[in-house]
């Protein structure tokens, strides 16, 4: 009988953990950056006052919000995921699994930001847009606005594709490794 090794360390863990401070910080910073605008005044319109007049400032919230869901909370669930895997059912990636792994953390990332991040940029543009000229706007009516969106949804379509394709495949990464039957 050979010695069998336990595994204590989930490395699919730690990297998901690693993109989810990333992606952490990340989002401290982007707060920041409306915060800090909107109080010190570099940034008009104020962001509260996208968000507050709804429409197109929607896109704004929907974007944000799901970044720090998607991107931040879901990117540290991930791990747990990772975790149970490799630790608890002592299945370790290798191979196709390894690789399915890492295109699943890559794309995920990658998809999160594109997506969201021109969802909030779009939103804040657009809605503040809306806003009249007298809190910093330009009047814009919604189809003004929307004519700016518009070319915007390409390629955060793209993004959101980009990320189901990382998750689907980190999907079937996780179901191969628990389904994989260990040699004696």
Do not use: C
């Amino acid at each position: 009988m050979g010695k069998e090794v336990m595994v204590t360390k989930s490395v699919w863990s730690s990297r998901f953990i690693i993109a989810a401070i990333a992606q952490g910080l990340l989002a401290t910073l982007l707060t920041a950056y409306f915060v800090l605008g909107q109080t010190f005044g570099f940034l008009v319109p104020a962001f509260s006052r996208v968000i507050a007049a709804g429409g197109a400032g929607m896109w704004f919230t929907v974007g944000y919000l799901s970044y720090l869901i998607v991107g931040v909370v879901s990117m540290a669930v991930t791990a747990l995921f990772y975790q149970h895997i490799e630790v608890t059912l002592q299945k370790p990636y290798k191979g196709i699994t390894n690789i399915l792994a890492w295109i699943h953390l890559i794309l995920m990332n990658v998809g999160v930001v594109g997506a969201t991040w021109l969802m909030v940029y779009g939103g804040y543009i657009a809605g503040g847009g809306m806003l009249p000229a007298a809190v910093g706007g330009k009047g814009w009516d919604a189809g003004k606005a929307h004519e700016f969106l518009a070319p915007l949804v390409p390629p955060i379509t793209i993004f959101i594709a980009i990320l189901a394709i990382g998750v689907l495949l980190g999907g079937l990464g996780y179901v191969m490794s628990w389904l994989r039957k260990e040699r004696k």
